[in-house]
Every structure is written in structure tokens, then in C-alpha cells.
């Protein structure tokens, strides 16, 4: 079956700790996204890749990394830098078009990362 | 800079009952226009989309859309609600030639039995 993974499903971390949250695709996308949402807030975009060993920062990059090696894979790493992490992070990805089209996005099933 | 409106946190509604979950955007250019529905602790899923041709769009699970191109508005709607109907939607607006997608801030649905 093609899709999203994301692992872990939760995350517990401690101040000043850097931790990654793992997303793989098997659906041949070229474009993936990593997405924070927090109640009521709506989706908003931390990091954004058309094509591997590039990206773009989203609206919210601050104490954010992420990396693009392979196709299938973007991990982000939430850093000590992020004063306020708690929150359900979303991966997602989508077909580019070479016409400049744009399709809708798979998403993943999140990790839900805590702030002990 | 475009931008998604859903001027409703929640949405109550019976059970067999139409719904509508509204939906209002501003963006220079023709729009891809898109819903998404999320259950708790999940991921969104893909419900329907609006890229060009007939106004009036459907998708999964019997929800339909219509675009309204002088209204700037994409209202999600479905004629006979489900209890299972019961979760989080969000629309979501493209420019063309964009990949970045702006997103609402979500309507929560509930469908009373």
C-alpha cells in the first residue's frame, strides 16, 4: 500500500533536548511538507521541499530543521531553540506537475511531541 | 498574500439533516480550492477539490462543494448528515502555478443523533 508514515506517534521531551520526527513516503512525490497544529490555530507551515537536497522555510521555521537526502524521506528536528514544541505535527506530501499544477496532499497520522 | 476564511468554529446539526460548512478565500489568480476532513489524533484526508470546469464538485462519503467565483466561497455541503459526519474540516486555497497551500482554521462538525 502506498502512503505516509510518521513514527514515533508520541514524543515526550525534555527542555534543552533536540528531537526528530521521522516521515517516509512510498508514493513517489516530489514535493513533501511538515505542518504544526495546535487547537483551534488551524494548520501552519513549519518547512516545505519540491525536490530533494532542497527546501524552503514555512511561516513558522524558528527552532525548526530539516533535511531532504532522499525522495522518500524528510525528517524534522524539533530544537532546543523551540521555546513552545508541544504540539501535533503533520507531514504531507504531493505531486509536482512540470505544467505547474498543483494536486492535493497526502498527510500522515502525526506525532503528537510533549514538553515535559 | 492569499487567505482562507471558515467563520464557524462549530457546526451543530441532526442526524439526516443537510449540512453546510462554509468556506470563504481571497487569493489573486484562479484558485485550486480543496476540503479536508480530520478525525482525532489522525491526519487530514482528502475530500474534494475544485481546479476548473463545473461549479458544483463531489467527493467522498456524499460531500459535495460549490465554487462561487463572484462570492469568493467554496461552502462544503452534504444533504443528509451522518452521526459519523462528526469531525474537523478544513479548506484550503492554492494559487496557480503555486504548491503551497494556506489553510483554514478548521469547523468543527457534530452530528447529533
Known amino acids: 500500500d502506498g502512503g505516509i508514515t510518521q513514527s514515533p506517534k508520541y514524543l515526550f521531551r525534555k527542555e534543552g533536548q533536540n528531537v526528530t520526527l521521522s516521515c517516509e513516503q512510498n508514493?513517489?512525490?516530489?514535493?513533501m511538507y511538515w505542518y504544526r497544529q495546535d487547537p483551534g490555530q488551524g494548520l501552519r507551515l513549519i518547512y516545505y521541499?519540491?525536490?530533494?537536497?532542497?527546501?524552503q522555510k514555512g511561516d513558522i521555521a524558528e527552532g525548526y530543521s530539516v533535511s531532504r537526502e532522499k525522495k522518500e524521506s524528510f525528517p524534522l528536528t524539533v530544537t532546543s531553540a523551540q521555546k513552545n514544541p508541544t504540539a501535533f505535527y503533520l507531514c504531507?506530501?504531493?505531486?509536482?506537475?512540470?505544467?505547474?499544477?498543483?494536486?492535493?496532499?497526502?498527510f500522515g497520522p502525526g506525532t503528537r511531541l510533549t514538553v515535559l | 498574500a492569499q487567505s482562507v476564511a471558515q467563520p464557524e468554529d462549530q457546526v451543530n446539526v441532526a442526524e439526516g439533516n443537510p449540512l453546510t460548512v462554509k468556506c470563504t478565500y481571497s487569493?489573486?489568480?484562479?484558485?485550486?480550492l480543496f476540503w479536508y476532513v480530520q478525525y482525532p489524533n489522525r491526519g487530514l484526508q482528502f475530500l474534494l477539490k475544485y481546479i476548473t470546469g463545473d461549479n458544483l464538485v463531489k467527493g467522498s462519503y456524499g460531500f459535495e462543494a460549490e465554487f462561487n467565483k463572484s462570492q469568493t466561497s467554496f461552502h462544503l455541503k452534504k444533504p443528509s448528515a451522518l452521526v459519523s459526519d462528526s469531525a474537523l474540516y478544513f479548506c484550503?486555497?492554492?494559487?496557480?502555478?503555486?504548491?503551497?497551500?494556506?489553510f483554514g482554521r478548521g469547523t468543527s462538525l457534530i452530528v447529533h443523533p
Open positions: 521541499s519540491q525536490i530533494v537536497n532542497d527546501f
Open positions: 504531507a506530501s504531493s505531486i509536482v506537475f512540470a505544467s505547474g499544477a498543483y494536486n492535493e496532499q497526502f
Open positions: 508514493l513517489n512525490h516530489d514535493a
Open positions: 487569493v489573486s489568480g484562479n484558485p485550486y
Open positions: 484550503a486555497v492554492v494559487p496557480g502555478g503555486s504548491y503551497i497551500p494556506t
